[in-house]
């Protein structure tokens, strides 16, 4: 997939299908949500559901005939749109065979993987985890890295996950907070760290968790000044997904 820097953004993480999770309630609102991801630059949308080992997830086929839907009215709105699919994967046992059954989604069909934990869960849990997935053939990101109790202000321990091989997604409203919200300034740190690989909308309807990415770009220049970084953040990297290649 050739892409100049003219070309819209890629999201990630979405959780704009309708009526399959948390996420979207309708079709209706998940066409707001179209509008309002191409008044922010996305193009390329991969929605990514729940899945959950023992929960009552939406099959994989019906999620594509979903998908199909949304990717019409999506056209409707701009021929350059292109909707994707994938899941949000919260890890367990068995969401390794989950995966290689086809019940659980990789990201756009490539061995990339977002995976996510309980945000109290213990470090070692989320290393052994996600070193199981990459032991299984997977390319894990590990989803909202800024949730997580344990891995907060402990860069040391984020360094030690992408070591291993894992690659780590922020939420784009984690950056735009007052600049003494600890949290915030946190997740700045780790993205002028070159810690954060992917940053993600994780939208969820059309008023408060919106398909927005403009906001963190902006940020991101103001405290950062990188455009390096920033390529690599929100085109480069997005893009090995699609293309099933190592960042």
């Known amino acids: ?93 068995g969401i390794v065979e989950a995966l290689k059954a086809g019940n659980a989604l990789t990201l756009a069909e490539s061995r990339y993987v977002l995976v996510e934990f309980r945000t109290n869960e213990v470090y070692n849990t989320i290393y052994k985890g996600l070193g199981n997935l990459i032991r299984a053939g997977y390319i894990p990101i590990l989803a909202h890295v800024e949730r997580y109790q344990c891995l907060f202000k402990k860069e040391d321990l984020i360094n030690d996950l992408i070591r291993m091989g894992c690659y780590i997604q922020m939420n784009s409203d984690s950056l735009s907070s007052s600049m003494f919200d600890s949290q915030a300034s946190f997740s700045r740190r780790l993205v002028k760290q070159g810690l954060i690989h ?50």
């Not at 704009?16 to 949308?45: F, K, N, Q, W, Y």
């Not at 919106?210 to 970084?229: R, Y």
């Open 198 to 247: 992917f940053i993600a909308s994780d939208c969820h309807d059309d008023k408060h968790r919106v398909p927005a990415l403009v906001s963190a770009v902006k940020m991101i220049k103001k405290k950062i000044d990188d455009e390096g970084l920033i390529d690599q953040i929100f085109y480069d990297n997005p893009i090995s997904i699609l293309e099933n290649t190592y960042i």
């Open 1 to 93: 997939m050739d892409m100049n820097r003219t070309s819209g953004y890629i999201d990630i993480h979405t959780h704009i299908l309708p009526g399959v999770d948390d996420g979207s309630g309708s079709m209706e609102e998940t066409i707001r949500m179209l509008r309002i991801a191409l008044e922010e630059r996305i193009e390329t949308i991969i929605a990514t559901p729940h899945y959950a080992i023992g929960a009552d997830n939406t099959s994989t086929q019906q999620l594509i005939l979903i998908q199909n839907q949304v990717q019409e009215e999506a056209y409707k709105l701009s021929k350059d749109m292109k909707i994707l699919m994938g899941n949000e994967l919260f890890y367990s046992d």
